[in-house]
């Protein structure tokens, strides 16, 4: 989600018409070739709650970014399992649940209780309403622990309890280990607990998540969520010895209502021929994936931008992070202004007046150059057009889908390369051996 507090609510209710999917077995996908904005395309009943879970961007980054997670756990490589592990199916969550994370289908419990959980790379715990819950969604399935036969909670002075953020143990050691966290402009109280975890077929017992007790806010994924972050809470932590600590997903258009998309564990099964840039660590922001980006190309030719606008800085948390929970990609700013000019001078069209916080729009047939992010270690990652440009739904009128940071403060160095930027991509995680990889793969349906 973003870094810059955007009126996508009005916005995004413009922009909702589907564009059709591009398909390639390589990096290199698109030509420059022509869009023509739809114009008439009715309004889904849909697009209002995704412009709403969407302005909630700017929360919930300020909150990931400034989150006590603890160091990781471990720097061992794990042994993991030699044989592939069925891959889980995910669906973008907009048209399911009205919000701007993928979802995968989650067994909870024995006999397993089903949820539609959130699957978010850039946090650690897991967390899912409870029954009783204060403030959850009422309308929404949620967990009962007292249906589960292998439920147990987790006591204060646990090692688990020690891990997550601002634990609570008025009663001392032994009893019920509580935390509060905030999740984008929501808050919560919740109470630590173990029981049997399965996506798809692949089954975890004791999984340490948190069960809800009380909701203050409305951003909080209404089935719950699964952290896929570095942290030592994080289901990649917890998992290990499994999987690897290796995970790859494949994302559908986020217009999509299909589960068609992938979430693959472990390192069997993962593409053999992926191009891979290092994985960076920030100790001071552990659980986000920084990558090295060392360019970006418009077209053909390689914007101009100054490398300390890109350089990593494990200090003040400056350099870019891959991110599934941001719909559009946030770029500090003078990176944003610099593509932004260059893919204008591209173009060769006069610009239409901004719409929202977007502001390289055409409401005439332009041809859309390629945008291409290069990485360190020859990796360059092109996105065709479905993946630069979001396209009205009444208005003809087309934008680049992407928007600049803000110009000060704690993150205005941070790049953040979104959702929408990823689908229809392999994004290979590999901690273990310290890198991040990228190959098309279309998972639209």
Same mark, same amino acid.
């Given at each position: 989600?973003?870094?810059?507090?955007?009126?996508?609510?009005?916005?995004?209710?413009?922009?909702?018409? +589907?564009?059709?999917?591009?398909?390639?077995?390589?990096?290199?996908?698109?030509?420059?070739?022509?869009?023509?904005?739809?114009?008439?395309?009715?309004?889904?009943?849909?697009?209002?709650?995704?412009?709403?879970?969407?302005?909630?961007?700017?929360?919930?980054?300020?909150?990931?970014?400034?989150?006590?997670?603890?160091?990781?756990?471990?720097?061992?490589?794990?042994?993991?399992?030699?044989?592939?592990?069925?891959?889980?199916?995910?669906? +973008?969550?907009?048209?399911?649940?009205?919000?701007?994370?993928?979802?995968?289908?989650?067994?909870?419990?024995?006999?397993?209780?089903?949820?539609?959980?959130?699957?978010?790379?850039?946090?650690?715990?897991?967390?899912?309403?409870?029954?009783?819950?204060?403030?959850?969604?009422?309308?929404? +399935?949620?967990?009962?622990?007292?249906?589960?036969?292998?439920?147990?909670?987790?006591?204060?002075?646990?090692?688990?309890?020690?891990?997550?953020?601002?634990?609570?143990?008025?009663?001392?050691?032994?009893?019920?280990?509580?935390?509060?966290?905030?999740?984008?402009?929501?808050?919560?109280?919740?109470?630590?607990?173990?029981?049997?975890?399965?996506?798809?077929?692949?089954?975890?017992?004791?999984?340490?998540?948190?069960?809800?007790?009380?909701?203050?806010?409305?951003?909080?994924?209404?089935?719950?969520?699964?952290?896929?972050?570095?942290?030592?809470?994080?289901?990649?932590?917890?998992?290990?010895?499994?999987?690897?600590?290796?995970?790859?997903?494949?994302?559908?258009?986020?217009?999509?209502?299909?589960?068609?998309?992938?979430?693959?564990?472990?390192?069997?099964?993962?593409?053999?021929?992926?191009?891979?840039?290092?994985?960076?660590?920030?100790?001071?922001?552990?659980?986000?994936?920084?990558?090295?980006?060392?360019?970006?190309?418009?077209?053909?030719?390689?914007?101009?931008?100054?490398?300390?606008?890109?350089?990593?800085?494990?200090?003040?948390?400056?350099?870019?992070?891959?991110?599934?929970?941001?719909?559009?990609?946030?770029?500090?700013?003078?990176?944003?202004?610099?593509?932004?000019?260059?893919?204008?001078?591209?173009?060769?069209?006069?610009?239409?007046?901004?719409?929202?916080?977007?502001?390289?729009?055409?409401?005439?047939?332009?041809?859309?150059?390629?945008?291409?992010?290069?990485?360190?270690?020859?990796?360059?990652?092109?996105?065709?057009?479905?993946?630069?440009?979001?396209?009205?739904?009444?208005?003809?009128?087309?934008?680049?889908?992407?928007?600049?940071?803000?110009?000060?403060?704690?993150?205005?160095?941070?790049?953040?390369?979104?959702?929408?930027?990823?689908?229809?991509?392999?994004?290979?995680?590999?901690?273990?051996?310290?890198?991040?990889?990228?190959?098309?793969?279309?998972?639209?349906?």
């Amino acid at each position: 989600m973003s870094l810059l507090a955007l009126p996508l609510l009005a916005f995004l209710s413009i922009f909702l018409t +589907p564009t059709t999917a591009v398909s390639s077995s390589t990096l290199q996908l698109a030509r420059s070739h022509s869009v023509t904005p739809n114009a008439g395309a009715p309004l889904s009943a849909w697009a209002a709650s995704v412009a709403a879970q969407s302005a909630a961007d700017t929360a919930r980054i300020v909150s990931m970014l400034t989150s006590g997670a603890g160091p990781l756990t471990t720097r061992a490589k794990p042994k993991p399992k030699n044989r592939a592990n069925p891959p889980v199916p995910i669906a +973008p969550g907009r048209q399911i649940l009205s919000i701007p994370n993928y979802i995968a289908r989650a067994g909870l419990g024995t006999p397993a209780q089903t949820l539609l959980v959130a699957i978010d790379p850039s946090n650690d715990a897991a967390w899912v309403p409870c029954s009783a819950c204060a403030g959850c969604a009422a309308s929404s +399935p949620s967990f009962s622990p007292t249906q589960s036969s292998t439920y147990r909670t987790v006591p204060c002075g646990s090692p688990q309890c020690a891990q997550v953020p601002s634990p609570s143990c008025p009663a001392g050691v032994g009893s019920s280990c509580g935390f509060n966290l905030t999740y984008a402009a929501s808050t919560f109280q919740a109470v630590l607990g173990q029981d049997s975890l399965a996506l798809e077929n692949n089954v975890v017992v004791s999984y340490t998540f948190g069960c809800l007790r009380v909701v203050r806010g409305n951003s909080v994924p209404p089935q719950g969520l699964l952290g896929f972050g570095r942290g030592p809470l994080s289901f990649l932590s917890q998992t290990k010895d499994t999987y690897g600590s290796v995970f790859s997903y494949c994302l559908p258009n986020y217009r999509s209502s299909n589960f068609s998309g992938t979430l693959k564990l472990g390192p069997i099964g993962q593409p053999k021929r992926i191009k891979t840039t290092p994985l960076l660590y920030n100790p001071h922001r552990p659980s986000l994936y920084y990558v090295n980006m060392i360019g970006i190309r418009v077209g053909s030719k390689v914007v101009q931008v100054p490398q300390s606008a890109l350089a990593f800085n494990p200090v003040t948390g400056s350099g870019t992070i891959i991110d599934a929970g941001t719909m559009f990609t946030r770029l500090a700013a003078p990176v944003y202004a610099a593509v932004r000019d260059a893919f204008r001078g591209r173009v060769r069209t006069p610009v239409a007046p901004p719409l929202g916080g977007f502001d390289t729009c055409y409401n005439v047939t332009v041809s859309v150059p390629t945008v291409t992010f290069m990485f360190a270690g020859a990796v360059a990652v092109t996105l065709p057009e479905e993946n630069v440009m979001i396209h009205s739904s009444s208005g003809g009128v087309a934008c680049l889908a992407m928007a600049a940071g803000p110009s000060d403060g704690v993150n205005a160095a941070l790049n953040v390369l979104a959702s929408m930027q990823q689908q229809n991509q392999r994004v290979l995680f590999d901690v273990a051996n310290g890198r991040v990889g990228f190959s098309r793969e279309l998972c639209t349906a």
